[in-house]
């Protein structure tokens, strides 16, 4: 206990009593570890008795006879006031401790559950005996000081009141917050909205049309769709009136738009009611789609992954809502949304994070399961990645498919990650509408005044099998017998209005029969109509007009791009990238790297990776296109090669020089990450999503854990476009190259990203020269269209004498090269193909040897394979032996990918040899070996066979 929690002693000659000894000891106890922890007047009390005596605390009989006789003499002097007054004490202390208990734990005997199952109806600690409170002490008044908004109440009044409050069928978990404001002002909205003033009557009469339009939809759906999946909302039907509420709620707010993230369960129910979607398309979509593959682009999706947008009103003005589409993998489209907020906010240049807004509704067992709830959790109070908070609305049904709670998770709630943020929690029974539409406008409010995320935890129930088909009884008999017999929401809801005379039976009749004559209509449309199911609208539009989708055939890249600008130009940027601010301590260090690359600016040649990627960023933020690049120490850059923020030696001060090329550029935002990948990629995914004129790329820290994010990389950045008909032009930096830095520190797994890629859905690449990096991100923005783009980045090349380029190589008519040919040898027995870094180290051993005869072809991009530039580059090598040299092993690796391509090359050329030969590691189960001196002998042994003399 701290002495905090208690009120001072107002009268310190007549309080010390007896029953109280226990209380005061622990404030003693605390006082004595530290006096500030107890109140100023406890302090002067304490102060009051003379000097702690060494070694007092470990003899507590001797404490307490110190207190006591302190007591004792003090109470003595007037033993009948003293004991009346004492009591007085005792009981507002004691009411008070109970009342903040009440707060802390009133929701552990809330009436959450519609079913009851799980109701627990006592805590220890919410029990007034626990206080000390006897039988007798129920009627006595007790002066609790304006707490509850009671001056003096009794025992009765003030458990009625925080019974009511803290444990009906909301729930509030909020005193784990510690801002202050936070927390006084939800122990505001709770304590002390009446209970009139939490809904209206307007309010109540369009819950309860909600919740008709929610049911009766899906009842329609489970009739005319018998035996179709459909992950029904039965059971959480007040999802709708609560979105319905928020929508309101922020519209006043001046909010303008909402991007939703969800998953399965209840989505057609929003597409239709809160998206109004047409109820006619969803209808097709069920009848149509299943029979018309044809009107399905790319390769399509379930219905209940789909995406949808659209501009409704609200509350008299428009808002535009979108539900993003989702894969199957729960909880993965969080930082996604979270990425396409930030994104839409900055363009509207909303920095206050109140125009747009997110709200992702999660499933019970995904939300506490998935790892990747919680990474996203952790963006939402960083600087480069918040929102402005985020909404999260938990559809509780107390089962994950076929699991209950206790083997879903060890925390008590569902949402118990979400205190790590300190975001409030409103749990609530979803069988009352009006609780829940409450808790949703609370937890707007919360959102709109602090900013912050605020999670509602709806307990409710799911009247069906994981989806329609399935049987729930085989796992939860006891909890689908108690659903059977459990009257719906609506049913329960229509009671109260009927028994408080706020409607008729026969109006309510109505009211369904109308919506279900609408429903009955559409339907009709969508049998009779064909050919209307693709989503074509939003295709496209808004921010991507302009941007065309053509597939590239997977084998014939338009590298016609071009991505070259002026020397000028160059120079300019270049050279204001290194301009150190007056009066800003640079570290000296990178104050000599400056001026070097000052030189090389100047004379246009040895230009390294840094200053090529520098060029590329700059040269777009002058041509108004905004950069944003993240991931982990990206601002020093894991090499310490970008330095694209630099530190005041001083001050810390931060200067992004490339935010200094002149006024009006584009902003170059660069953001430190926090040590997670996929919330981080699937943020950025997101950002590329909404923002197709922004360079967005994600950097891993190394490309070995680039696979922490592979269920971003799979589900959304290789199958997006497909799926979704969503393009994206995110690049992907990973840092790759076999050095000797054992298993995890060499590898970005290119392999898996060349197995990922068909239909034109990406460009995967690895380029040996700064200008050639220059181009392909350049290219990123500069081409009509967007892909995603996955580069192997250098590290040892990062300053490798060799891997320079010249500024002329990223000038005027220059493009990126999607092969680059041997720059001698033009008359060979032997091609070496290759990419990437064993480039330079196949020439240096070449040169060593003064090999004449054999060219080394460098590939700079993998996919979409440059199949006819690879035909035009080895045209003058038709007799020669062909040989693809690579440093990983043979299963990993580009090898797998190639080999049969470039036999269909060769083939094509009429080659003398058409299958090549692979030089690179054997077959290995890890990327590399762990041991340096076995790295070298196997990159000398590789580089040796692949240059064996002919
Ligand atoms: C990452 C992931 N793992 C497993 C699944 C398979 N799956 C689909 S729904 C589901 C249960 C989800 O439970 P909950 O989050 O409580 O949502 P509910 O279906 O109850 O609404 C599971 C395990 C999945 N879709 N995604
Ligand atoms: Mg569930």
């Not at 002149?662 to 660069?670: D, E, M, P, R, S």
């Not at 391509?901 to 094509?908: A, G, I, Q, T």
């Amino acid at each position: 206990m701290k002495g905090t929690m208690a009120q001072p002693p107002r009268n310190q000659d007549s309080f010390l009593y007896g029953l109280n000894m226990p209380f005061i000891e622990e404030l003693f106890q605390a006082y004595r570890q530290n006096p500030q922890s107890v109140s100023q007047d406890w302090q002067q009390f304490f102060q009051s008795l003379g000097p702690i005596i060494p070694g007092e605390d470990d003899h507590p009989p001797l404490r307490s006879k110190r207190l006591n006789t302190v007591s004792t003499h003090v109470a003595g002097q007037e033993p009948a006031l003293a004991h009346q007054v004492t009591q007085e004490m005792l009981d507002s202390l004691r009411a008070l401790m109970m009342i903040r208990t009440y707060r802390v734990r009133g929701h552990l005997i809330a009436n959450l559950d519609p079913l009851g199952l799980e109701r627990r109806n006592s805590h220890p600690e919410v029990d007034p005996a626990h206080y000390k409170f006897g039988p007798d002490d129920y009627d006595r008044p007790i002066f609790i000081d304006n707490v509850l908004g009671f001056e003096w109440a009794t025992l009765r009044q003030i458990l009625e009141r925080l019974r009511s409050t803290y444990c009906n069928t909301v729930g509030v978990e909020f005193m784990h917050i510690q801002d202050p404001d936070q927390k006084a002002w939800i122990q505001e909205q709770v304590e002390n909205t009446k209970p009139a003033e939490r809904i209206t009557d307007i309010e109540r009469h369009k819950i309860l049309s909600d919740l008709i339009r929610a049911e009766s939809f899906e009842r329609f759906l489970h009739v005319r769709f018998a035996g179709e999946k459909r992950f029904g909302l039965e059971g959480g039907e007040s999802l709708i009136p609560a979105i319905e509420a928020i929508l309101n709620k922020a519209a006043h707010q001046n909010i303008n738009s909402i991007v939703f993230g969800m998953a399965h369960r209840g989505r057609l129910n929003i597409l239709a009611h809160i998206l109004e979607k047409p109820l006619h398309t969803i209808f097709a979509q069920f009848h149509h789609a299943e029979n018309t593959p044809d009107l399905v682009y790319g390769s399509g999706d379930v219905k209940y992954h789909i995406g949808f947008s659209g501009n409704r009103h609200v509350a008299g003005q428009f808002m535009h809502l979108s539900v993003t589409s989702n894969p199957s993998h729960l909880e993965a489209i969080n930082p996604v949304v979270l990425g396409k907020v930030r994104a839409k906010q900055s363009h509207s240049r909303d920095q206050e994070h109140n125009q747009t807004i997110a709200l992702l509704i999660h499933g019970d067992a995904a939300f506490s399961g998935q790892g990747l709830a919680a990474e996203t959790l952790e963006l939402s109070g960083l600087k480069g990645y918040q929102t402005g908070g985020t909404i999260h609305f938990i559809i509780n049904n107390q089962i994950g498919f076929t699991t209950s709670p206790p083997h879903s998770r060890s925390s008590p709630y569902s949402s118990d990650i979400a205190k790590a943020i300190q975001a409030p929690i409103f749990h609530v029974n979803g069988d009352d509408p009006e609780a829940v539409v409450w808790v949703a406008k609370l937890a707007t409010e919360f959102r709109h005044r602090f900013a912050q995320d605020v999670v509602v935890d709806m307990v409710c129930y799911r009247r069906y099998g994981h989806n329609e088909i399935d049987e729930p009884s085989f796992t939860q008999p006891k909890m689908y017998k108690a659903i059977a017999n459990h009257s719906t929401t609506r049913q329960i809801y229509t009671q109260k209005m009927v028994g408080k005379g706020l409607i008729t039976e026969e109006e309510v009749k109505a009211i369904a029969g109308e919506y279900e004559a609408q429903l009955k209509q559409e339907y009709d449309h969508a049998m009779q109509a064909h050919g209307d199911t693709p989503e074509k609208e939003d295709w496209l539009n808004g921010v991507w007009s302009g941007v065309k989708y053509h597939k590239y055939p997977e084998e014939d890249e338009d590298t016609q791009t071009i991505t070259g600008v002026s020397i000028e130009m160059l120079k300019e940027i270049g050279l204001k990238n290194l301009k150190i601010p007056e009066g800003f301590t640079i570290h000296p260090r990178i104050a000599r790297q400056l001026e070097l690359k000052r030189q090389n600016i100047k004379a246009g040649k040895d230009i390294d990776w840094a200053t090529g990627e520098a060029l590329a960023i700059g040269s777009l933020l002058l041509e108004n296109n905004p950069v944003r690049l993240s991931g982990q120490d990206c601002s020093r850059g894991t090499f310490s090669q970008r330095h694209a923020v630099w530190v005041d030696q001083e001050t810390e001060d931060k200067h992004v020089p490339l935010n200094h090329l002149k006024n009006g550029q584009a902003l170059f935002q660069v953001v430190d990450s926090p040590l997670a990948e996929a919330s981080v990629l699937g943020f950025e995914y997101g950002y590329s999503l909404a923002s197709p004129h922004t360079l967005v790329m994600w950097e891993a820290q190394f490309g070995d854990f680039a696979n922490g994010a592979q269920v971003i990389i799979d589900q959304f950045v290789a199958s997006g476009e497909v799926k979704w008909l969503r393009l994206s032009g995110l690049v992907i930096l990973l840092p790759h190259g076999y050095e000797g830095q054992g298993p995890e520190h060499t590898s970005g797994r290119l392999e898996r990203f060349l197995q990922l890629c068909a239909e034109s859905n990406m460009r995967v690449a690895n380029c040996t020269t700064p200008a050639n990096f220059f181009h392909i991100l350049r290219r990123q923005i500069r081409g009509d269209t967007r892909k995603p783009l996955i580069v192997m980045t250098p590290k040892s090349l990062l300053r490798h004498p060799k891997a320079v380029s010249c500024l002329s190589d990223m000038g005027p008519q220059t493009s990126f090269q999607l092969v680059i040919p041997d720059p001698v040898i033009t008359k060979a027995q032997r091609v070496i193909l290759c990419s990437g870094k064993v480039y330079y180290e196949l020439w240096e051993e070449r040169d060593k040897q003064n090999i004449q005869n054999i060219a080394i072809i460098r590939l700079e991009q993998y996919y979409p394979f440059p199949h006819a530039k690879l035909l035009e580059v080895l045209r003058p090598f038709k007799e020669a032996e062909v040989i693809w040299c690579q440093e990983e092993p043979m299963n990993m690796g580009a090898w797998t990918f190639l080999d049969r391509r470039l036999e269909k090359v060769l083939h094509e050329l009429g080659a003398k040899q058409t299958r090549p030969h692979y030089i690179g590691r054997p077959a290995a189960a890890a990327t590399a070996t762990g041991v340096l001196s076995r790295h070298i002998i196997e990159q000398q042994r590789l580089i040796g066979q692949a240059l064996v003399k002919l």
